[in-house]
Protein backbone atom coordinates (compact mmCIF):
# COMPACT_ATOMS: atom_id res chain seq x y z
CA UNK A 1 0.00 0.00 0.00
CA UNK A 2 1.51 3.33 -0.85
CA UNK A 3 2.47 5.62 1.96
CA UNK A 4 -0.05 7.89 3.79
CA UNK A 5 0.20 11.16 6.22
CA UNK A 6 1.17 9.81 9.27
CA UNK A 7 3.00 7.02 8.40
CA UNK A 8 6.38 6.52 9.30
CA UNK A 9 8.73 7.18 6.14
CA UNK A 10 10.96 4.10 5.72
CA UNK A 11 14.17 3.67 6.55
CA UNK A 12 17.03 3.06 4.22
CA UNK A 13 20.26 2.45 3.20
CA UNK A 14 21.66 3.83 -0.16
CA UNK A 15 24.65 4.80 -2.62
CA UNK A 16 24.08 8.82 -3.21
CA UNK A 17 26.37 11.65 -4.79
CA UNK A 18 27.64 12.01 -1.29
CA UNK A 19 28.74 8.52 -0.33
CA UNK A 20 25.65 6.32 1.11
CA UNK A 21 23.38 7.76 3.22
CA UNK A 22 21.40 5.96 5.76
CA UNK A 23 18.23 7.93 5.92
CA UNK A 24 17.35 8.22 9.39
CA UNK A 25 20.67 8.87 10.46
CA UNK A 26 21.35 11.63 7.86
CA UNK A 27 17.35 13.27 8.57
CA UNK A 28 18.32 14.02 12.02
CA UNK A 29 15.98 16.55 13.54
CA UNK A 30 15.78 18.10 10.13
CA UNK A 31 12.63 18.21 7.94
CA UNK A 32 13.02 16.13 4.70
CA UNK A 33 11.83 16.99 1.06
CA UNK A 34 12.43 13.61 -0.31
CA UNK A 35 11.44 13.71 -4.23
CA UNK A 36 12.10 11.65 -6.88
CA UNK A 37 12.82 12.31 -10.83
CA UNK A 38 12.06 10.21 -13.63
CA UNK A 39 15.43 9.96 -15.28
CA UNK A 40 19.39 12.05 -15.80
CA UNK A 41 20.08 14.37 -18.87
CA UNK A 42 16.68 14.54 -19.25
CA UNK A 43 15.16 18.54 -19.66
CA UNK A 44 12.78 18.89 -16.61
CA UNK A 45 14.70 16.71 -14.35
CA UNK A 46 17.64 19.11 -15.21
CA UNK A 47 15.87 22.17 -14.65
CA UNK A 48 14.28 21.11 -11.24
CA UNK A 49 17.57 20.08 -9.69
CA UNK A 50 18.91 23.63 -10.40
CA UNK A 51 16.01 24.91 -8.91
CA UNK A 52 16.33 22.84 -5.83
CA UNK A 53 20.04 23.81 -5.67
CA UNK A 54 19.45 27.51 -5.89
CA UNK A 55 16.59 27.10 -2.92
CA UNK A 56 19.17 25.45 -0.45
CA UNK A 57 19.30 28.57 1.96
CA UNK A 58 15.65 28.16 2.36
CA UNK A 59 15.55 25.12 2.73
CA UNK A 60 18.37 25.88 5.94
CA UNK A 61 16.13 28.59 6.74
CA UNK A 62 13.39 26.21 7.47
CA UNK A 63 15.43 23.41 9.51
CA UNK A 64 14.90 21.57 6.13
CA UNK A 65 17.46 19.31 3.44
CA UNK A 66 16.59 18.18 0.55
CA UNK A 67 17.39 14.76 -1.26
CA UNK A 68 16.40 13.57 -4.74
CA UNK A 69 16.15 10.47 -6.20
CA UNK A 70 16.07 8.46 -9.35
CA UNK A 71 16.85 4.53 -10.98
CA UNK A 72 20.35 5.85 -12.41
CA UNK A 73 23.06 4.94 -11.75
CA UNK A 74 25.70 6.93 -9.75
CA UNK A 75 28.15 7.25 -12.49
CA UNK A 76 24.95 8.86 -14.56
CA UNK A 77 24.27 11.05 -11.50
CA UNK A 78 28.04 11.84 -11.44
CA UNK A 79 28.47 12.74 -15.14
CA UNK A 80 25.42 14.67 -15.31
CA UNK A 81 26.00 16.98 -12.37
CA UNK A 82 28.23 18.71 -14.60
CA UNK A 83 25.21 19.55 -17.22
CA UNK A 84 23.00 20.83 -14.28
CA UNK A 85 25.52 23.63 -13.21
CA UNK A 86 26.22 24.40 -16.76
CA UNK A 87 22.72 25.14 -18.05
CA UNK A 88 21.50 26.17 -14.64
CA UNK A 89 23.82 27.90 -13.10
CA UNK A 90 23.66 26.15 -10.35
CA UNK A 91 25.75 23.02 -8.78
CA UNK A 92 24.22 20.41 -7.09
CA UNK A 93 24.22 20.91 -3.52
CA UNK A 94 22.59 18.30 -1.88
CA UNK A 95 23.04 14.57 -2.42
CA UNK A 96 20.56 12.47 -5.49
CA UNK A 97 20.32 8.35 -4.22
CA UNK A 98 21.05 6.42 -6.96
CA UNK A 99 18.18 3.81 -6.61
CA UNK A 100 19.48 1.71 -8.92
CA UNK A 101 18.04 -1.99 -7.24
CA UNK A 102 14.86 0.47 -6.78
CA UNK A 103 14.61 -0.48 -2.98
CA UNK A 104 13.88 3.15 -1.89
CA UNK A 105 11.58 3.75 -5.22
CA UNK A 106 9.47 0.28 -4.37
CA UNK A 107 9.04 1.40 -0.34
CA UNK A 108 8.17 4.67 -1.51
CA UNK A 109 5.71 3.64 -3.89
CA UNK A 110 7.52 5.94 -6.62
CA UNK A 111 6.90 3.85 -9.26
CA UNK A 112 3.61 4.01 -11.12
CA UNK A 113 3.81 0.85 -12.97
CA UNK A 114 1.07 2.46 -15.70
CA UNK A 115 2.90 6.02 -16.17
CA UNK A 116 6.74 3.62 -16.93
CA UNK A 117 7.31 0.38 -15.73
CA UNK A 118 10.54 1.54 -15.23
CA UNK A 119 11.50 5.42 -14.30
CA UNK A 120 10.00 7.11 -11.24
CA UNK A 121 7.59 9.72 -11.33
CA UNK A 122 7.76 12.89 -9.52
CA UNK A 123 6.88 12.11 -6.31
CA UNK A 124 7.46 14.64 -3.54
CA UNK A 125 7.36 13.49 0.42
CA UNK A 126 7.79 16.43 3.08
CA UNK A 127 8.72 14.30 6.26
CA UNK A 128 9.03 15.69 9.71
CA UNK A 129 11.77 15.62 12.30
CA UNK A 130 9.80 12.30 13.67
CA UNK A 131 10.38 11.04 10.73
CA UNK A 132 6.34 11.20 10.11
CA UNK A 133 5.01 11.64 6.27
CA UNK A 134 3.17 14.65 6.58
CA UNK A 135 2.95 15.79 2.62
CA UNK A 136 2.98 13.39 -0.56
CA UNK A 137 2.56 15.16 -3.85
CA UNK A 138 2.75 12.90 -7.34
CA UNK A 139 3.08 14.81 -10.56
CA UNK A 140 3.53 13.36 -14.14
CA UNK A 141 7.00 12.94 -15.30
CA UNK A 142 5.63 15.85 -17.89
CA UNK A 143 5.50 18.53 -15.37
CA UNK A 144 7.89 20.11 -13.47
CA UNK A 145 7.26 20.88 -10.04
CA UNK A 146 6.66 24.47 -8.26
CA UNK A 147 9.25 23.96 -5.23
CA UNK A 148 7.48 27.73 -4.20
CA UNK A 149 4.53 25.44 -3.39
CA UNK A 150 6.68 22.76 -1.40
CA UNK A 151 7.97 25.55 0.27
CA UNK A 152 4.92 27.50 1.39
CA UNK A 153 3.15 24.12 2.44
CA UNK A 154 6.61 23.71 4.47
CA UNK A 155 5.88 27.24 6.14
CA UNK A 156 2.61 26.36 6.95
CA UNK A 157 3.38 22.81 8.46
CA UNK A 158 5.73 24.54 10.66
CA UNK A 159 3.02 27.17 11.60
CA UNK A 160 0.11 24.82 12.54
CA UNK A 161 2.58 22.40 14.31
CA UNK A 162 3.04 25.19 16.80
CA UNK A 163 -0.08 27.56 17.20
CA UNK A 164 -3.79 26.53 17.15
CA UNK A 165 -4.51 28.27 13.72
CA UNK A 166 -5.11 26.33 10.12
CA UNK A 167 -3.48 28.08 6.80
CA UNK A 168 -6.68 29.22 4.17
CA UNK A 169 -6.97 29.31 0.49
CA UNK A 170 -3.72 30.48 -1.17
CA UNK A 171 -1.83 31.20 2.30
CA UNK A 172 1.92 32.31 2.38
CA UNK A 173 3.70 33.37 5.22
CA UNK A 174 2.32 36.43 6.75
CA UNK A 175 -0.65 36.42 5.85
CA UNK A 176 -3.85 36.13 7.93
CA UNK A 177 -4.63 32.85 9.16
CA UNK A 178 -7.98 30.96 10.68
CA UNK A 179 -8.10 30.04 14.22
CA UNK A 180 -9.44 26.06 14.22
CA UNK A 181 -12.74 25.47 15.34
CA UNK A 182 -11.64 23.19 18.24
CA UNK A 183 -10.95 26.30 20.06
CA UNK A 184 -13.89 27.86 21.67
CA UNK A 185 -13.68 31.49 22.49
CA UNK A 186 -12.73 31.67 25.81
CA UNK A 187 -9.27 29.87 24.88
CA UNK A 188 -9.03 31.89 21.39
CA UNK A 189 -8.82 34.94 23.66
CA UNK A 190 -5.76 33.86 25.46
CA UNK A 191 -4.19 32.45 22.64
CA UNK A 192 -5.23 35.27 20.35
CA UNK A 193 -4.93 38.27 22.63
CA UNK A 194 -5.37 40.78 19.38
CA UNK A 195 -8.97 39.39 18.75
CA UNK A 196 -10.05 37.63 15.64
CA UNK A 197 -12.57 38.83 12.83
CA UNK A 198 -15.54 36.21 13.19
CA UNK A 199 -16.95 36.08 9.63
CA UNK A 200 -19.02 32.68 10.65
CA UNK A 201 -18.32 30.63 14.17
CA UNK A 202 -16.51 28.35 12.37
CA UNK A 203 -14.51 30.86 10.11
CA UNK A 204 -12.30 33.28 12.80
CA UNK A 205 -9.58 35.21 10.68
CA UNK A 206 -6.81 36.54 13.01
CA UNK A 207 -3.22 38.27 11.94
CA UNK A 208 -0.12 35.46 11.92
CA UNK A 209 0.38 34.59 15.49
CA UNK A 210 4.30 34.26 15.04
CA UNK A 211 4.73 37.38 12.93
Not at 44 to 72: H, Q
Not at 143 to 168: M, W, Y
Amino acid sequence: MALQLGDTAPDFTQESTEGPIKFHEWAGDNWVILFSHPADFTPVCTTELGEVSRLKPEFERRNAKAIGLSVDPLDDHTRWVGDIEETQGCGLNFPLLADADRSVSEKYGMIHPNASGTNTVRSVFIIDPNKTVRLTITYPPSTGRNFAEILRVLDSLQLTDSHKVATPVNWTDGDDVIIVPSIDNEKAKELFPNGWDEKKPYLRVTKQPNK
